[in-house]
């Protein structure tokens, strides 16, 4: 079992910036990939950004060269940091970890609400 708790979430002006944190725990050495999803209200989940053990990232179309995703091993730490912020980047943001053995992701955080204004 994997538990995730993401951090950093807010309200933030349009063109702003927020960064998001996920700490990981359990049974860690098991995830071989981890990522940020979001959920807009009346919205499917949709994917972010994703990054896998040996650091290879890919970032959704409607983020690229605005949100970068990074994790910190040796903290069990994963971020994402969020730049020049659009209204429709509002939603709920949810940290995610595919475990060994599993095609998709697996484990979730609770999410942690974002809020662009205009």
């Known amino acids: 079992q994997v538990q995730l708790v993401e951090s950093g979430g807010g309200l933030v002006q349009a063109g702003g910036s927020l960064r998001l944190s996920c700490a990981a725990s359990?049974?860690?050495?098991?995830?071989?990939?981890m990522g940020w999803y979001r959920q807009a209200p009346g919205k499917q989940r949709d994917v972010v950004a994703t990054?896998?053990?040996?650091?290879?990232?890919n970032h959704a179309d409607s983020v690229k060269g605005r949100f970068t995703i990074s994790r910190d091993n040796a903290k069990n730490m994963l971020y994402l940091q969020m730049n020049s912020l659009k209204p429709e980047d509002t939603a709920a943001y949810y940290c995610?970890?595919?475990?060994?053995?599993?095609?998709?992701?697996?484990?979730w955080g609770q999410g942690t609400r974002v809020t662009v204004s205009s």
């Open positions: 995610a970890a595919r475990t060994n053995g599993w095609a998709n992701f697996n484990s």
């Open positions: 359990g049974n860690i050495f098991s995830i071989n990939a």
């Open positions: 990054i896998t053990n040996d650091g290879s990232t």
